[in-house]
């Protein structure tokens, strides 16, 4: 399985972006999908994670009443939809999928079994 995400760039702050990343290979499931993030010098973080039904969704503190993440089976496909972007938002922005359902806790990276290279998202002040 290969995950490649999309949609990073340069915005203001206030802005918005979109991301999205597509699952692709054979023979697999997506159950939960995660986003991560990593700024400059720091560790990786948890951003938002999306149940396998598409009806439950999780999101840090720092990005919850901004970010919004979607899923589309059909297209084997996780968005995040990124609003009132701030400078802090700055990182790379990782995705990642569950192929097997596990009881990990969806915030942890040993959650996920795949994940994708990354895409750069710059917030100017």
């Known amino acids: 399985v290969q995950l490649q995400a999309s949609g990073g760039g340069l915005a203001q702050a206030g802005g918005s972006l979109r991301l999205s990343c597509v699952a692709s290979?054979?023979?697999?499931?997506?159950?939960?999908w995660g986003w991560f993030r990593q700024a400059p010098g720091k560790e990786r973080e948890f951003v938002a994670a999306?149940?396998?039904?598409?009806?439950?969704?999780y999101y840090s503190d720092s990005v919850k009443d901004r970010f919004t993440i979607d899923r589309d089976d059909a297209k084997n496909t996780v968005y995040l939809q990124m609003n009132k972007l701030k400078p802090e938002d700055t990182a790379v922005y990782h995705c990642?999928?569950?192929?097997?359902?596990?009881?990990?806790?969806?915030?942890?990276?040993?959650?996920?079994?795949?994940w994708g290279q990354g895409t750069l998202v710059t917030v100017s002040s």
């Open positions: 290979g054979s023979n697999f499931r997506t159950y939960v």
């Open positions: 990642a999928l569950e192929t097997r359902p596990s009881s990990f806790d969806y915030r942890g990276s040993n959650k996920y079994d795949y």
């Open positions: 999306i149940s396998w039904t598409g009806t439950e969704t």
